[in-house]
C-alpha cells in the first residue's frame, strides 16, 4: 500500500484516534475528530479503496467499518473474499460519494467516467 509511505495528515496524529473503543459519545467524538483529519487528506478515495478491499477496522478514508460494511452493493450469499477486485472498486468509489465526496472528484480518482459511475450508484441503491 504504497500510499502510506507519503506524509499524510493522518500520519501525525495518535493512531489510537481512528481506532474509537465503543459506541458512546466519547466514541462518537473520536470518530468524527477522525474524519476532519480524513478529509484534510488527498488519497481518502485511495485510503478507502483498501480498507473495502482489506475489511479493515476502525477510521479509513474517512468512513467507520460499519459504514464501509453498510455501503458495500448488496449481493445476495457471496463472501466479500470472493468479491472480484472490480465489485471492491465499485464498492469503495460508492462509498466515497456517500461520505460526501464530489462525483467528478470520484470519478477521477477511480478512472472512470461520471455517467459509469452514476451506473455504479444507481445499482448500489437498488
Known amino acids: 500500500m504504497d500510499f502510506l509511505d507519503h506524509a499524510l ?13 465503543g459506541t458512546g459519545r466519547p466514541a462518537a467524538r473520536q470518530v468524527e475528530q477522525a474524519k476532519a483529519v480524513c478529509r484534510r487528506c488527498p488519497v481518502t478515495a485511495a485510503c478507502l ?24 452493493p448488496r449481493t445476495p450469499c ?24 464530489q462525483r467528478v472528484v470520484v470519478a477521477e480518482q477511480y478512472g472512470v467516467s461520471p455517467r459509469t459511475l452514476q451506473r455504479w450508484l444507481a445499482a448500489a441503491s437498488a
Open 78 to 101: 457471496r463472501p466479500a473474499a470472493q468479491r472480484s477486485p472490480q465489485q471492491a472498486r465499485r464498492a469503495a468509489a460508492v462509498a466515497c460519494v456517500r461520505q460526501g465526496t
Open 9 to 21: 495528515p493522518c500520519r501525525a496524529e495518535n493512531p489510537e484516534l481512528f481506532f474509537p473503543v
Open 49 to 72: 479503496d483498501w480498507a473495502v478491499r482489506s475489511g479493515e477496522v476502525g477510521v479509513w478514508g474517512a468512513t467507520t467499518d460499519d459504514e464501509r460494511r453498510r455501503s458495500r
